[in-house]
């Protein structure tokens, strides 16, 4: 069976609803080279660090984690 996996781009970004592929936590684990905006419940303070320093943010639905 394929993986589903929907990217958007808006604006020169790929936008990326981890949500909605059944996703609940990013983890800042691995490099990020390409502004992504990306809507996700939980993250930690790493992973967003990460995608806002490759020009991309965070849609936060909850809150930043620690780690």
Not at 48 to 58: L, Y
């Amino acid at each position: 069976m394929a993986e589903k996996f929907a990217v958007k781009k808006e604006e020169g970004k790929s936008f990326i609803d981890l949500e909605s592929l059944g996703y609940t936590k990013l983890l800042g684990t691995g490099k990020i080279s390409k502004a992504l905006v990306v809507k996700v419940p939980a993250f930690s303070k790493s992973a967003a660090e990460k995608i806002k320093d490759a020009g991309g943010q965070v849609l936060e639905e909850k809150q930043e984690t620690g780690a």
